[in-house]
Nanobody
């Protein structure tokens, strides 16, 4: 069982930066690939970024280099550094854990994740 708690969301002006964090419980954090997703009102949940259990592989949606995912297995955390934020980045951001699989096609699909956090709101004003 893994519990995930996101933090770091908030209100920021366009062009600003935010760093989201996700703290995980459980003894085998490094066995899980971790992903960040977001969901805006009236839209489907969409993939933002993912990182393999070792941290050696990262995957991104087309954020044009504005987002960076990282993990600290000793601290059992995963982060999402976001810069040059745009109003269209406004959404509820979720972290999620995927046990034992990897690869772009798998990790970009929210249906392949086993555990989810409750989300943290990011609002970017114009």
């Amino acid at each position: 069982q893994v519990q995930l708690v996101e933090s770091g969301g908030g209100l920021v002006q366009a062009g600003g930066s935010l760093r989201l964090s996700c703290a995980a419980s459980g003894r085998t954090f490094s066995s899980y690939a971790m992903g960040w997703f977001r969901q805006a009102p009236g839209k489907e949940r969409e993939f933002v970024a993912a990182i393999s259990g070792s941290g050696g592989n990262t995957y991104y949606a087309d954020s044009r280099g504005r987002f960076t995912i990282a993990r600290d297995n000793a601290a059992k955390t995963v982060s999402l550094q976001m810069k040059s934020l745009k109003p269209e980045d406004t959404a509820l951001y979720y972290c999620a854990a995927n046990y034992g699989t990897t690869g772009w096609l798998t990790l970009r699909n929210p249906a392949n994740y086993d555990y989810w956090g409750q989300g943290t709101q990011v609002t970017v004003s114009s």
